[in-house]
């Protein structure tokens, strides 16, 4: 059962004199959600974080819905899925708005978010009750299948990069699979998950099947601890990952962990090189670059790589100008925080302070979380950047002297999530995809996601994939039953 600890706790006060802090086992964790307003830095909502009992009463209603609902039929489970998808598409302004506030986000890119959430719903809606069925194997003697279903309740810890994309592709799959879910949002994002709530609410889900927590990270560990959670995904940063992995281990608890990313794109050639700047520029700056899979690592042949370096620094300068991400005709909003904003701003800095070339860009612009989109060239191993995640509107060039060290730069890297190779054969495209160590690679597009591709990475970036026919599977219990 889940029994919460006792922590020795300090208190400490926001520069607004609200308690916001505490210091648990010798970390910082939050005290309260909060929506500030990144273009303003104004805190314009504070959500006091669930306490030890509702943490454990939102645990006892999810464990305790799921025996009732793993025994809805599919088909039903699925309706009910393909009517939260409807949901979502008739609230896309507010949830885009929504998303505006808490974390910048320019009002297209939520609009467009929230037109994947809806397609996500309905591909679940629509395939989930043929990827659940029953599939007949062929075994010496006799006859059986693999019976296809859920194991229980699950934990999801989202992100803030993309608030409702995030909690779709894990929550779709698993409710016509027949798990429950008790959902962590991103601690900026509280109405997000409100949102989220009611829709899933209004559509049908029973109230003990999903259940959004404010809970903080302190209390993570106790909900993997109990025996009835059964799984737990998380999308976040490389070190939520080691820690919520560590505790799922401990507790023998399946887990799917979609983490950072420093996805190279290679431009072998280009027919209009122009174009290809643009797509590329276009691809780096989406979401103010806040995206796992954003080609974060520029990989250019020797012979355009000059050229494309100058028209590339030309290029961004678009992206100088902050802007109000409400308006259609903003280019660069802010980023999540201010403290992310600053800590872009600073590894930018420590890159140009250790060799690395500035060739556009790189300056904080205030007030509110705005970075200029920033160029940079001349990035070597020994440098903390070559290796790091840059989370913000920041491209690092690479020349390679030819194909073969254009992939050893690509594969050079800690982390697997994405890649995406440029070129005008396709031959030579896929040949050289092949050989990238990466999760997913796109040939001529820069990254991206829609429902039916499965979507994760390997090494450092995560474990498991979400999305497609795999999406599924990874919260299911596939039982062999020998007929005969």
Known sequence: MFKPKRYVAIAQLNSNGRLYTVWWNGRMEEFMYSVTDPVTGVVVEEVVNSTDVEVREAVGRVC???????????????????????????????LARIMTLEMGKRVSEGLGEVGIVADIFRYYAERGPDLVADEPIEIKGGRAVISKGPIG?????????????????????????????????????PRSARAIEEILYAAGVPDDVYVNTFASSRQIPAIL??????????????????????????????????LGG?????????ADLDETVNATATARMRNCGQSCNAPKRIIVLADLYDEYVDRLAKRVTEYFVRGDPADPATKLPPLASMAAADEVAAQVAKAVEQGATLRAGGNRITPGAYLEATVLTDVTPEMDAYA????GPVAIVFRAADEDDAIRLANDTPFGLGASVWGTNEERNRRVADRIDAGMVYLNRAGGSQADLPFGGIKRSGLGRELGPAGIEEFMNRKSIRLS
């Not at 305790?64 to 008739?90: H, N, P, T």
Request: with cysteine; net charge negative.
């Open 225 to 258: 601890a109990d025996p009835r959670i059964a799984g737990v995904s998380l999308t976040g940063s490389e070190q939520a990952g080691i820690a919520v992995a560590a505790e799922a281990g401990k507790h023998l608890k399946r887990t799917v962990l979609e």
């Open 153 to 189: 309740a699950l934990l999801g810890i989202m992100p803030w990069n993309f608030p409702c994309y995030q909690v779709a592709r894990f929550v779709a799959p698993n409710l016509v699979l027949g798990n429950t879910i008790l959902l962590k949002h991103a601690s900026i994002c």
């Open 64 to 94: 305790g819905g799921y025996a009732a609902w793993r025994r809805w039929e599919v088909g039903d489970r699925a309706a009910v899925v393909a009517r939260a998808g409807e949901l979502f598409a008739e609230r896309a302004d507010e």
């Open 262 to 270: 420093s996805d190279p794109l290679i431009i072998l050639d280009s």
């Open 388 to 391: 790091e995640e840059i989370f």
